[in-house]
C-alpha cells in the first residue's frame, strides 16, 4: 500500500466505544465539475478541427486525433498556461503539406520530433518572452497569409475539386474550378459554413440552448445528416486501421533543408503558442471581472478564479514535449490554438484537468468513434477548415498595425508567405521592417531660408549617416563666405554628420564668414561626445540650457543653476574633471567631453554645509536681477498656472527643465511614487482605541494632502489640465515588488509603507490580464520595474478621475488629463496615447515624444467626457 494511502482502523469489536475520529482528508485530486463539462465542450471542437486539418495537410487522418489527445494532455499537464488547449496546429497546415510532399509522412513527423526538442531547448533557456518582441505586425502578416494559403486549398475540395501544389496555383485554379462545379459537394460546404457562421447568431430562448452545442460540432452534424439522406454518394472520409498506423522514420534528404524545416515547423507553432496563451489569459481576466492578485484565494466558481498570467517558458517547454511524442506517436505538429482556448474559457474551465480530460476524451472517441466519424462528408470538413483559415485574417489585427503605421510590415509578410512559404515571408517581413525603421530615423527635414541678411539652416530631426547627403546639399546652396546660422533641433548627431558640418563650417570661416549653431529655440548650443561613439546636441530649448566646463562663468543660464553645471563649485585641480573643450560659437566647432571620476575627492565639492548657501548666492547674484520683475508681477497678480502636475519626489526629476516651464506655470504636488489616493480612501492601520491617552483613527478618510491640492488646483486655480508623471527606475515601484516587510507589534507598520498602499492597486493591475499591458511604443518594457512604473500611471489617473471635482469638470469638458513617463536615462518623455488616458482605449501604450514637426496625433492632448465615456476629442 503506498505510503501516502490513509488507511483505516475497524475498531468496533474491540468493546469499548470511542467516539468517532474525523474522516482523513481525501488526497485524490478533486477535478470540479467545471472543468469535466469544459473539457466535454472543446472536445465537441477538438475532434471535427483534428480530422479537417489532417484532411487539409494530406496526412492520415488518425494523426490528427494523435495530436488533439497528446496536444492535450501533455500540454496541458506540463505547459504554462492552465487555460489553453493544445492539438494540431492550424498555423502549420501550409508548412506540413508541404514537408509531406517532400519528404514523405513518415519524415515529417521526425521532423516534428525535432521541433519539438528544440521547443524544449529554447524554454529551458527563457527565450519565449523574447519571442513576443517579433513585430506583431510580422506575426500576424504570418498567421493570415497562412490563413489565406488554408481557405484557398479547402476551397477546391469544398468545390469537389483538388488542391493544386502552391497557394499561387490554388487562386489562379479557382476561376476554372468555378467553372466546372456541380454536384453535391458545394452544396453541402455551403450549408456548413452557413451553420457555422449563424449558429452563434440564432435568437430566443431555443437559441440561447443550441448555442450550448459549439458551431462545428452542430455544422459537421448537420452537414453529415442531411449528405446522409440527399447525397448518399458523396465522398466521405476514410479512417484507416489503426493497425496500419504509421510512425516515423530516420528523415532522409539534404541536412540544411532538414534543418529549415525544424526550424520553420518551431518557429511557427511557437509563435502561434505563445500567442495564443496571451489571448486566453486575456479572456480569462475578461470573465473574472475585476483584477485580482495572482495569490488570491480561490473559491469553487469559475468566475471567481483570479486571471493568472501565463507563465510562457514553461509553456514552450510543454508544446516542445508535446510535439516530441505526437512526432514518436504518427501525430501531426501541435500548438495551442485560440478556437479552443477560447472556447475552454467561456464554458467554464477553471484549471489544467479541462485541457487534460479533453485529451482523454479524444482517446476514446478515437478508439469507440471510428464507424460514426466515417459517415462525415469530406465537403463538411473542408468547409470548416476554410472558415477556421479566413478567420486567421483578422480585421482587427489590420486596423491596429495600420493604426501604428505597420501595415506595410504586414502587407510583406502577408504577400511573402503567399508567394514563398512561411520562412521566407517572416525574413521578408523583418527586412521591411528593418527598412521602415531606417526610414523614420533618416526622415530629417533640413530647410534653407534668409532673415535679415544672414542665412539660416533649420535641420529637425536626428542628424545621421542616412541626412548626410541632404544635409551636405542643403549647406552646399549657401554662398561661400556667407554669415550663417544653423539650428539644430535634434537630441543627436553621429560621427558622419559631425564631421561633415565641420568640413563645411571649417570652409566657410577661411572665406571670410561666420558661423552660429543654435538649438531649436535660438539659444546657442554645445556637441557633446557619447560613449557609444555619437555626438550629443546640448543646448537650450525651449529654456533649457547645458555649458561646458570649460567655457566662462556665465555659461549657466539663469533658469537653470542646478548643480550639475559646476558653476557653484567649479574644480580647482584637473585631476578630477577632464575636458577637450571648445564651445559652438561664431567661430569654433570641436567636440566637448566632460566627465567626473569615481575616484575624485570629496574635498573638491563643497560641504554639505555650505552648498544650500553657495546655491543662494548664486541665485542672488546671477538669476534674481533677470527674473525679479516676473516674479513681482506674479506676487501682485497671483497665480494662475495652466496645468496641475503630479510626479514623484525624486530628485532626478527636473519639473521645469522636461516641460521648459517657469515661475507660474506649473503647480506641482510631488510625492513618493507619484500616488494619488482614491477618495475617501481608508487608512489600512488605525492607533489603538483602547489605550488611554490615545486618539482614535476616523472611520474614514485616509491621506488628503493630495486630494486637497486637486480640489485646489481644479476649483480654485481651475487649471487647465493635469498631468501623471511616473519615471523610470522609481524606488516606490520597486519597493512594492520587493513587498511589505512583515508587520506586528513590535514592528508595526511604517509610515512610508502606509502611504505606499496607495500603490498596491497598480501593482494589482499588473498582475491582472483584465488590463493590457501598460507599455511603451515599438518596445516591451525593460523589466518588471519599468512595467510597474507605467502601469503606476494608468492607474493612478483611474484615482484621479474618481475625485468629485475632476469629474465634475471632466463632465464639462474643461479638463483634461494626461499620463507621463520620462526615461531619466534616456532623457526621454512619452506620453501616454489618445484614449488611454481617458480610460476608453484598449491598448496602454505610451508614444515617444519627438524633436520635429508638428505633435503627433497619439501625442496630443486628449479631452474626455465623463458623461460620454467613449468621446475624446484631440486638442
Known amino acids: 500500500m503506498s505510503a501516502c494511502t490513509p488507511t483505516r482502523h475497524d475498531r468496533a469489536s474491540r468493546g469499548t466505544p470511542r467516539p468517532s475520529p474525523r474522516r482523513p482528508p481525501r488526497l485524490r485530486p478533486r477535478i470540479p465539475a467545471a472543468d469535466v463539462s469544459a473539457s466535454i465542450t472543446v472536445l465537441l471542437i477538438a475532434v471535427p478541427m483534428a480530422l479537417g486539418l489532417s484532411l487539409a495537410v494530406g496526412a492520415p487522418l488518425e494523426a490528427g486525433l494523435v495530436a488533439a489527445a497528446v496536444g492535450g494532455i501533455v500540454a496541458g499537464l506540463f505547459g504554462g498556461a492552465p487555460l489553453q488547449v493544445s492539438g494540431p496546429s ?41 519571442a513576443l518582441a517579433v513585430s506583431p505586425a510580422i506575426v500576424h502578416g504570418t498567421l493570415a497569409g497562412i490563413g489565406v494559403a488554408i481557405a484557398l486549398a479547402q476551397l477546391h475540395i469544398m468545390l469537389g475539386g483538388s488542391p493544386q501544389s502552391s497557394v499561387v496555383a490554388n487562386a489562379l485554379a479557382v476561376p476554372q474550378q468555378l467553372a466546372v462545379i456541380g454536384g453535391a459537394a458545394p452544396l453541402i460546404g455551403a450549408l456548413t459554413i452557413a451553420v457555422v457562421l449563424l449558429w452563434p447568431r440564432l435568437p430566443g430562448r431555443v437559441g440561447r440552448a443550441a448555442r450550448r452545442i459549439p458551431a462545428a460540432l452542430a455544422s459537421v452534424v448537420i452537414a453529415t445528416a442531411v449528405a446522409a439522406v440527399a447525397a448518399p454518394g458523396l465522398a466521405r472520409i476514410d479512417l484507416p486501421s489503426w493497425r496500419s498506423h504509421a510512425f516515423p522514420e530516420l528523415p532522409h534528404g539534404p541536412v540544411l533543408a532538414l534543418a529549415t524545416a525544424v526550424f520553420t515547423v518551431m518557429l511557427v507553432a511557437g509563435l502561434e503558442s505563445l500567442l495564443a496563451a496571451a489571448a486566453v489569459d486575456r479572456l480569462a481576466a475578461d470573465r473574472a471581472g475585476e483584477p485580482v492578485k495572482p495569490s ?8 471567481a478564479v483570479p486571471p493568472q498570467r501565463s507563465d510562457l517558458d514553461r509553456e514552450l ?47 476514446l472517441a478515437a478508439a469507440l468513434l471510428a464507424t460514426v466519424f466515417e459517415w462525415i462528408p469530406l465537403a463538411a470538413l473542408a468547409a470548416l ?122 570652409a566657410q570661416i577661411a572665406q571670410g564668414g561666420s558661423v552660429a549653431f543654435t538649438g531649436g529655440s535660438g539659444g546657442s548650443i554645445a556637441l557633446a561626445g557619447r560613449s557609444d561613439g555619437g555626438v550629443a546636441l546640448t543646448g537650450r530649448s525651449g529654456g533649457v540650457a547645458a555649458p561646458t566646463v570649460a567655457a566662462a562663468h556665465s555659461c549657466c543660464r539663469p533658469w537653470t543653476p542646478w548643480r550639475n553645471h559646476h558653476c557653484h563649485d567649479r574644480p580647482t585641480s584637473p585631476t578630477h574633471t577632464t575636458s577637450t573643450t571648445s564651445a559652438i560659437s561664431t567661430t569654433s566647432l570641436t567636440e566637448t567631453v566632460t566627465f567626473t571620476p569615481d575616484s575624485a575627492p570629496d574635498t573638491a565639492r563643497p560641504e554639505s554645509a555650505h552648498r544650500l548657501r553657495s546655491g543662494l548666492t548664486s541665485f542672488q547674484r ?76 476616523p472611520a474614514t478618510g485616509g491621506d488628503d494632502s493630495v486630494a486637497a491640492a486637486i480640489e485646489y ?112 536615462g534616456e532623457a526621454q518623455a512619452y506620453l501616454l496615447t489618445e484614449g488611454a488616458d481617458c480610460g476608453t482605449g484598449h491598448d496602454e501604450v505610451f508614444d515617444r515624444v519627438g524633436t520635429e514637426g508638428p505633435e503627433p496625433a497619439a501625442a496630443r492632448p486628449t479631452t474626455c467626457s465623463t458623461a460620454h465615456p467613449t468621446t475624446c476629442t484631440t486638442g
Open 90 to 130: 492550424a498555423g502549420l497546415t501550409v508548412v506540413t503539406a508541404e514537408l509531406i510532399q517532400i519528404y514523405g509522412w513518415r519524415t515529417t513527423c521526425a521532423i516534428t520530433i525535432g521541433a519539438g526538442l528544440l521547443q524544449i531547448l529554447l524554454g529551458t533557456l527563457r527565450v519565449a518572452r523574447n
Open 622 to 697: 546671477n538669476t534674481a536681477p533677470l527674473v525679479r520683475d516676473e516674479l513681482a508681477r506674479l506676487a501682485s497678480e497671483g497665480q494662475s498656472p495652466s496645468q496641475l502636475f503630479i510626479t514623484c519626489a525624486d530628485s532626478r526629476l527636473v519639473t521645469s527643465m522636461i516641460t521648459a516651464s517657469g515661475p507660474g506655470d506649473l503647480f506641482t504636488v510631488r510625492n513618493v511614487g507619484n500616488l494619488i489616493p482614491p477618495p475617501h480612501a481608508l487608512p489600512t492601520d488605525s492607533p489603538p482605541t483602547d489605550a488611554p491617552g490615545t486618539p482614535t483613527a
Open 385 to 506: 477548415v476554410m472558415v477556421v483559415g479566413v478567420q486567421m485574417v483578422s480585421f482587427a489585427h489590420i486596423r491596429n498595425v495600420h493604426k501604428h503605421r505597420e501595415f506595410p510590415v504586414y502587407a510583406a509578410t502577408v504577400a511573402g508567405v503567399i508567394g514563398f512559404g512561411a520562412v521566407a515571408g517572416v525574413a521578408l517581413g523583418v527586412a521591411v521592417a528593418v527598412v521602415l525603421s531606417l526610414h523614420r530615423l533618416g526622415r530629417t527635414r533640413i530647410t534653407v531660408s534668409e532673415q535679415d541678411g544672414r542665412h539660416v539652416v533649420t535641420v529637425h530631426g536626428q542628424l545621421t549617416f542616412l541626412s548626410v547627403p541632404r544635409l551636405t546639399r542643403a549647406l552646399g546652396q549657401l554662398p561661400p563666405g556667407a554669415d550663417a546660422t544653423v539650428e539644430l533641433d535634434g537630441s543627436f548627431m553621429d560621427h558622419a554628420a559631425y564631421e561633415a558640418i565641420q568640413a563645411w563650417r571649417g
Open 296 to 303: 488570491s484565494p480561490t473559491s469553487g466558481s469559475a468566475a
Open 317 to 363: 517547454r510543454g508544446q516542445g514535449v508535446a510535439n516530441t511524442l505526437s512526432g514518436l506517436l504518427g501525430g501531426l505538429p501541435v500548438a495551442g490554438g485560440v478556437v479552443r482556448g477560447a472556447a475552454n474559457v467561456r464554458a467554464g474551465a477553471t484549471g489544467r484537468a479541462s485541457s487534460v480530460l479533453h485529451g482523454v476524451w479524444v482517446l
Open 713 to 824: 488646483a481644479v476649483e480654485v486655480l481651475r487649471v487647465e489640465s493635469i498631468t501623471v508623471c511616473g519615471h523610470s527606475g522609481c524606488g516606490a515601484m520597486q519597493a512594492l515588488l520587493r513587498g511589505e516587510p512583515e508587520a506586528g507589534p513590535d514592528r508595526p507598520r511604517t509610515p512610508l509603507w502606509r502611504w505606499l498602499r496607495h500603490g498596491l492597486p497598480s501593482l494589482e493591475r499588473m498582475a491582472s490580464r483584465r488590463h493590457s499591458w501598460a507599455r511603451i511604443s515599438g518596445r516591451l518594457p525593460a523589466d518588471e520595474v519599468e512595467q510597474l512604473c507605467l502601469t503606476n500611471v494608468v492607474q493612478q489617473l483611474e484615482h484621479l478621475r474618481a475625485h468629485e471635482a475632476v469629474a465634475r469638470r471632466l463632465a464639462e469638458g474643461t479638463l483634461q488629463l494626461h499620463g507621463m513617463y520620462f526615461d531619466v
